[in-house]
Each structure stands twice: as structure tokens, then as C-alpha cells.
């Protein structure tokens, strides 16, 4: 059972654009910055936000973050084939004073 | 461009002690002021953070593995390293090793299969 709450699929047409979900708590999201992974089968995930809503280097616009109390949201826009994968929120726990993860969301891309 | 590599046996008997090692590239983790961080993934699971050092030494760890889990520091070769002990067929997994700040992790080492098995 993972501290961070994701939707195990969410599915959209290509070239639409697509959200999943990333539920906490005060101890985590509510109280600190949110971080979003790419992972590819048989691939080390990829980072694709940091701090709620930045974008690393070499990250299209397409992919967006926000953060709202103790949720946060990935938007991805312009959906392409090759964006099938599994992401993945994070963030620090302040109460566990441990990292912490979603349970991973697959997107499909129909 | 930083780069991790995760290297270590493939093949641990259970109520051993498994041992990674974390070799990085392109930063020196001695002067860095980042964290460094062991996460692992069993097949078709989900991320688990595994715990992080400072160059200070200073370690945390996810408190369900707290009390088998130790992170270290070898700076003159500029690496880091994992020791779980007593583990059992539920440590089967793929470990990555990272460098990070408080609440990202980038890069990630290409991951390297522990299998738990007698």
C-alpha cells in the first residue's frame, strides 16, 4: 500500500491531452514539493517534474504539474504513442521522514 | 553529465545480506551537495524508497526497512553503497541507486535484479 494515491490506469487519444491524480497527506504533498517519473518497460524512471511544477531540462511543455492542498496533478498534452508508460508522483514525508511514492499510474495512449 | 551505475550480485540466499554498490560519474559525491538515494522496484510493483546519505554522512531510511537497511559512503571512489541484511524472497527486486535533493531524484542508475533465492 503506497502513502501517495495514484489511479492504476487513465487512458486518451492521441494528440488529446490526459491528467492523473496524486493523493496525500499534511505530512507530504500537503507540506512539501511534488515530483513526477516516466518509467518505460524494462527502463530506470525518467524525471519529468520537480518542485510541483518545474520542468528538468530537455522536458517538452507538453508535460505540466500543479498542486493543490494535498494532491497534486501531471498533465500531459499533445498525447503520442510513445508516451505509453508508467508515471509515478513523489515526494518527502515529514512524518515518516522517509521518500515516498504513488503505486503508479499506466497511461495508455488508444 | 552525471551518470549512476549499480553493480552487485544478481543471486542472494535468503537470511543473508544483500550488498550494492553505487559507482558515479560526472559529480563528486565527496563535494556534492546533494542526496544520494537507494530505491527499489519488485516486478510489476511499484517505487519504494529504500533510504539516502549526505556527503555529511547523515542517513535517513524508510522506516519499515530501518532496522535492516545500512547506506555508506565510500568518497575515494566516489561511490555509495547498500547493505540490507536478513532478507527474505519479498527483497526480489529491481534496486536503482540516485543522486537527489529533498523531494526529486534525477538521474537514476539503470537498475540492476536482485534475486532472493536458496
Known amino acids: 500500500q503506497s502513502v501517495l494515491t495514484q489511479p492504476p490506469s487513465v487512458s486518451a487519444a492521441p494528440g488529446q491531452k490526459v491528467t492523473i491524480s496524486c493523493s496525500g497527506s499534511?505530512?507530504?504533498?500537503?507540506?512539501?514539493?511534488v515530483s513526477w517519473y516516466r518509467q518505460l518497460p524494462g527502463t530506470a524512471p525518467k524525471f519529468l517534474i520537480y518542485d510541483n511544477n518545474k520542468r528538468p531540462s530537455g522536458i517538452p511543455d507538453r508535460f505540466s504539474g500543479s498542486k493543490s492542498g494535498t494532491s497534486a496533478t501531471l498533465g500531459i498534452t499533445g498525447l503520442q504513442t510513445g508516451d505509453e508508460a508508467d508515471y509515478y508522483c513523489?515526494?518527502?514525508?515529514?512524518?515518516?521522514?522517509?521518500?515516498?511514492f504513488g503505486g503508479g499510474t499506466k497511461l495508455t495512449v488508444l | 553529465q552525471v551518470q549512476l551505475q549499480e553493480s552487485g550480485p544478481g543471486l542472494v540466499k535468503p537470511s543473508q545480506t544483500l550488498s550494492l554498490t553505487c559507482t558515479v560519474s560526472?559529480?563528486?559525491?565527496?563535494?556534492?551537495?546533494?542526496?544520494w538515494s537507494w530505491i527499489r522496484q519488485p516486478a510489476g510493483k511499484g517505487l519504494e524508497w529504500i533510504g539516502r546519505i549526505r556527503t555529511s554522512g547523515s542517513t535517513n531510511y524508510n522506516p519499515s526497512l530501518r532496522s535492516r537497511v545500512t547506506i555508506s559512503l565510500d568518497t575515494s571512489k566516489n561511490q555509495f553503497s547498500l547493505k540490507l541484511s536478513s532478507v527474505t524472497a519479498a527483497d526480489t527486486a529491481v534496486y536503482y541507486c540516485?543522486?537527489?535533493?529533498?523531494?526529486?531524484?534525477?538521474?537514476w542508475g539503470q537498475g540492476t535484479l536482485v534475486t532472493v533465492s536458496s
Open positions: 513523489g515526494t518527502w514525508d515529514s512524518s515518516l521522514s522517509a521518500g515516498v
Open positions: 499534511s505530512s507530504n504533498i500537503g507540506n512539501n514539493y
Open positions: 560526472g559529480d563528486s559525491i565527496s563535494s556534492s551537495d546533494y542526496y
Open positions: 540516485s543522486r537527489g535533493w529533498l523531494t526529486w531524484f534525477d538521474p
